[in-house]
């Protein structure tokens, strides 16, 4: 039971950082600062983004899923499951509440820079901006 409370309280304050790291960089990579002029997403770049974004969430409750099903096919009970959603309600809420409260903290995680680098690679790699017309 504890090994499913930690292993989702880890598993899932990793996503998150991760997931906070690639939205704070798809909503402020084409911004040009005080002045400049600002970059706008292309179709692939809203379809791309998109799926960046939503690729995380959408894995992880599919992974829920497949979870209850083969709780379901070893004939265990329910409560099984509980540890390890409170685990990842645990690990989602703390890092979204460091994330609110001491952005600092957060800016500082090598995660959540991970996930900025790698939104920001994509987005730059495959030309999902461009300057407005």
């Known amino acids: 039971m504890k090994k499913h409370f930690v292993t989702a309280f880890l598993l899932f304050s990793f996503l998150a950082f991760l997931e906070t790291g690639i939205v704070v960089e798809a909503l402020w990579h084409g911004w040009g600062g005080f002045g400049g002029v600002s970059l706008e997403y292309t179709k692939t770049g809203e379809i791309g983004t998109g ?56 800016d500082n995680s090598v995660i959540y820079k991970w996930g900025r680098q790698m939104a920001a690679f994509l987005i730059d790699c495959f030309h999902w901006m461009r300057f407005p017309v």
């Not at 969430?57 to 390890?84: A, H, N």
């Open 51 to 106: 799926i960046l974004i939503f690729f995380i969430p959408v894995s992880t409750v599919v992974l829920f899923l497949i979870r209850i099903i083969g709780c379901k096919k070893r004939m265990e009970p329910v409560l099984e499951l509980y540890p390890g959603c409170i685990g990842a309600l645990l690990g989602i809420s703390m890092v979204l509440g460091i994330c609110f409260a001491a952005p600092d903290i957060a």
